[in-house]
C-alpha cells in the first residue's frame, strides 16, 4: 500500500498539475488522510522548495489549518488546491421521498451550480481509497482494493502510464477541434440493433467543453486526474426516442444493471426495468421539474484501461463509457452563458439532481449540417476525424 501512495502522489503532482518551482499547495483532508496529505506535501518540497498548507476537515468545515514541511513562515499564497475526497455513508433509500442537496451529494446525484466563476488557480479533486469505496464497487471490503482499481486505470505501476498533462492537452485540443467543426445543432444518436434511436438538439452557442481546465491566467490542469472526456449541453426540450442500456449505474446506492428510457419533449416519459429498480428510477424522476430532463452528453474514446472495470462509483470517471447521457443538469463547464436566467431561457436544464446513463462505445452520434446532411461525429468508440 505504502507504495501505491508513492505512485498516486508521483502522478498527482507530476502529471495533473506539472507542479513548478513557484508552486504552494493547499492541501484540504479529513484527519484519516493526513499522512497522504503529509506525502504530497514533502514530494512537492522536493520540486518547489516550498512548504505546504495543510486544512483539516470535519464535517465539511475547516477545522485547523497548519504549515508543514516548511523551515519558515509561508508568504506566498496557494497556487494549487488539493482535496482528498474519500467515501461517506450513504442514506438509506425511502421510495416516494424529496431528498436534500447533501443527501444527493451523498448519494452522488447532486449537480452542478449551472454557473461558476472561472478558476483563479488550480484545484484537483483526489479520490481516496477506502472501505466504503471498495464495498460499492463490489470488491471486498479492504481499501487495498479501491487502491488497486485506481492504480490499474491509471497504470500506475505500467511502463504504458496515462499522457502527462502536455500530452494531453495536445490530444485535447485536437479531439476537440474534430469535434467542434461540425456546425449543426440537431444530433442523433443511434445504434445498428436498434436498442438506442434518439434525436435532440445542442444548446444553441454551445460547443463541447472537456475537462482539461484553466485558470485565468491559462496554466492548465486536470481537476479529476484523467482527461478523455468531452461533453455538451442539449436542449432540455428536445430530446425524442429511446435508450436501452446494460452497461451499470448507480442510482440511490443501488447498482442498476440494465434500464431503457423514452424520450418525449424532452423529458423520460417511460421506463423499463425491474421492479426494485423502477421504484428508484420514479423517486429519481419525482425530485423537481428537470431531474428527467436530457441534459447533457458525455464522448469518451475506447481504451483498455477501462475494459475491466464495470463501475468506479466516482462521478466523473463513470462518465467515461463511450456515449453517456446525463439527466437533470449539464456540468457548469458546459453552459456558455454568463447569467442562470439567460442560461434557463436558452434551454438549460436546472435540477438540483443529475443521473449519468451509460450507453458503450457501439453507437453512432451525427449532426444534421446547413444542407440538411448527416455529418458523422462519433462511431463505434472513436470520434470522426475531420482534419
Known sequence: MDYFYELYAAYILKRAIEL????VLSINTEERYVPFARL???KAKEITGNGSYLVIIENKRAKEAVEIFSDYLIEKNPTVFIYLQGREEEPEFENNRIYSAREAQLFNHLSSPTILPEAEVSFLTIPMPNELWAEKIGEDRLEKNAALLISDFLSLSSEKNMPTLKEAVEIDNYDKM??????????????????????FSFVDESIFKSLVFE????????????????????????????????????????????????????????????????????????????????????????????????????????????????LGAPRSEAVPFESEEEAALKGIASSLFTLSIPLGTGLTLSVENEDGEEEIVYSDGFIEDNQ
Open 20 to 23: 513548478g518551482e513557484d508552486d
Open 40 to 42: 504530497l506535501a514533502e
Open 178 to 199: 474534430n469535434l467542434n467543426s461540425h456546425k449543426g445543432l440537431k444530433a442523433k444518436l443511434y445504434s445498428d440493433d436498434g436498442m438506442v434511436d434518439l434525436s
Open 215 to 326: 485558470t485565468k491566467n491559462k496554466r492548465k490542469f486536470l481537476p479529476h486526474l484523467f482527461p478523455s472526456s468531452y461533453f455538451r449541453a442539449i436542449d432540455k426540450k428536445s430530446a425524442e426516442g429511446h435508450v436501452y442500456t446494460n452497461m451499470p449505474f448507480l442510482l440511490f446506492g443501488k447498482i442498476i444493471g440494465s434500464a431503457g428510457f423514452e424520450f418525449e419533449n424532452g423529458k423520460v416519459v417511460s421506463f423499463s426495468s425491474s421492479e426494485e429498480d423502477a421504484e428508484r428510477l420514479n423517486t429519481y424522476l419525482m425530485q423537481d421539474e428537470d431531474a428527467s430532463a436530457l441534459a447533457e452528453i458525455s464522448i469518451t474514446e475506447t481504451f483498455s484501461e477501462l475494459e475491466e472495470i464495470p463501475l468506479f462509483n466516482y462521478t466523473e470517471w463513470d462518465k467515461l463509457r463511450g456515449i453517456v447521457l446525463s
